[in-house]
């Protein structure tokens, strides 16, 4: 059933994106109601009422879920059990199975290289010897928490196996994944957004630089050559097509001699 204006949008987090968003739906005439911890969030002031409730919290998704007639996120540590129990009550999008995938950075890197997207070398790492044992095959390496974790927060750069003890304490103790430190030429990303019903659109690449791991700066259109941006295209669209994503997704992709792999 389609969603027209009049009708309230729930949104679990109120930060940046949720404040983005809110302004475009209040353009279209939509009320917004928001779920975040923070009772100053970015979006407060932007929607009609805010719960102020931990992202976990299930209770309070459902209870917003409750007051609006479709849910959707604006950041993906939101804890899935909510989704599932707002999902009972309302269309929730995207769906909880999508975010599983996306909120643990295992799940997400084992699923893209099985499902034959390229990424580079990887190995989990749940212990301090198995962290030690990736360090020994790859060298310089990231060492990424599984959960949580942004703007290069969760991660640990390893030079060789004697860092492993530090990197598996320093992220927590919790499962990691050990990536092959890569030689980037370049950075870029591409927003994709998909329809319940499998239509999609594929925005123009950004290219991002990065300082100390944090965005810094983003060109759009990248400038890259036409079919480079195409390739990058189609494997973004590949992958909200694999997720069957119904929303917005943002394939982050590096460039290294021409060839590209998924972040
Ligand atoms: N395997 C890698 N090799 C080289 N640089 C990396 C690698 N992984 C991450 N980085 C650098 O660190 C940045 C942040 O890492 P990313 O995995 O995207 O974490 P976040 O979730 O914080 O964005 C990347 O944009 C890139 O510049
Ligand atoms: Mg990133």
């Not at 027209?4 to 109120?14: C, F, K, Q, R, Y």
């Not at 475009?24 to 911890?37: C, S």
């Not at 360090?135 to 196996?161: I, M, N, P, T, W």
Request: proline fraction near 5%.
């Amino acid at each position: 059933m389609p969603i027209a204006p009049g009708a309230t949008i729930g949104i679990l987090g109120g930060g940046q994106l949720g404040r983005m968003t809110a302004m475009a739906a209040r353009e279209m005439g939509f009320r917004l109601r928001v779920l975040d911890p923070d009772p100053a969030c970015a979006a407060r002031f932007l929607v009609d009422e805010q719960i102020v409730a931990g992202f976990d919290d299930t209770q309070a998704a459902r209870r917003l879920a409750g007051a609006c007639d479709v849910l959707t996120l604006e950041i993906e540590k939101i804890g899935t059990a909510g989704l599932r129990a707002a999902a009972e009550l309302v269309p929730v999008r995207p769906d909880a199975a999508v975010l599983e995938v996306i909120q643990d950075r295992v799940a997400q890197k084992t699923w893209l290289d099985r499902t034959g997207f390229p990424v580079g070398a990887y190995k989990v790492g749940t212990t301090e010897g198995e962290i030690a044992a990736a360090l020994v095959a790859f060298g310089r390496s990231f060492v990424k928490a599984a959960r949580g974790g942004y703007d290069g927060r969760g991660q640990f750069e390893a030079e060789s196996a004697a860092d492993a003890p530090a990197a598996f304490k320093g992220l927590g103790g919790e499962s990691c994944i050990v990536e092959r430190a890569l030689k980037i030429d370049r950075e870029i990303s591409v927003l994709v957004a998909r329809t319940p019903s499998g239509q999609v659109a594929v925005y123009p690449p950004a290219e991002n630089h990065h300082e100390s791991r944090i965005l810094a700066w983003s060109v759009l259109p990248a400038r890259i050559s036409p079919s480079l941006a195409r390739r990058a295209e189609e494997l973004a669209r590949g992958v909200a097509e694999a997720l069957a994503i119904e929303g917005l997704l943002c394939v982050e992709i590096f460039e290294i001699e021409g060839d590209l792999l998924i972040n």
